[in-house]
């Protein structure tokens, strides 16, 4: 199970790190990913990392503004987020599953690699 949180409203320019913790299994096998959706707009895939190799990578929208880290000791996934756009207002969700199935880390950016999908936080940029 995931459970994000950590979402809010924040002004642009600001920060925000939102987290997703999971329970049961440990992550320490699994591609982990972040996704953000806006009513009418697909699912985009914002961040991965691979936890067997601790690869990591982004959407071109957010290469160096999100930052994906893992704790391993609270099996806990976050996105730390700068500088943020009133574009970058979303609902986000994580997403994790076996990292054997995407081949490189930057095919974890794609949702279908992903059976397991926490609720979603609500992040929203605006003055």
């Known amino acids: 199970q995931l459970v994000e949180s950590g979402g809010g409203l924040v002004q642009p320019g600001g920060s925000l790190r939102i987290s997703c913790a999971a329970s049961?299994?440990?992550?320490?096998?699994?591609?982990i990913a972040w996704f953000r959706q806006v009513p009418g707009k697909e699912r985009e895939g914002v961040a991965c990392?691979?936890?067997?190799?601790?690869?990591?990578a982004y959407a071109d929208s957010v290469k160096g503004r999100f930052t994906i880290s893992r704790d391993n000791g609270a099996n806990t996934v976050y996105l730390e987020m700068n500088n943020l756009k009133p574009e970058d207002t979303a609902v986000y969700y994580c997403?994790?599953?076996?990292?054997?199935?995407?081949?490189?880390?930057?095919?974890?950016?794609?949702?279908?690699?992903?059976?397991?999908w926490g609720q979603g936080t609500q992040v929203t940029v605006s003055s």
């Open positions: 049961g299994d440990s992550l320490d096998y699994y591609a």
């Open positions: 997403a994790a599953d076996s990292a054997a199935k995407i081949i490189t880390v930057i095919a974890g950016l794609r949702d279908r690699y992903y059976d397991n």
């Open positions: 990392i691979n936890s067997m190799d601790g690869s990591k």
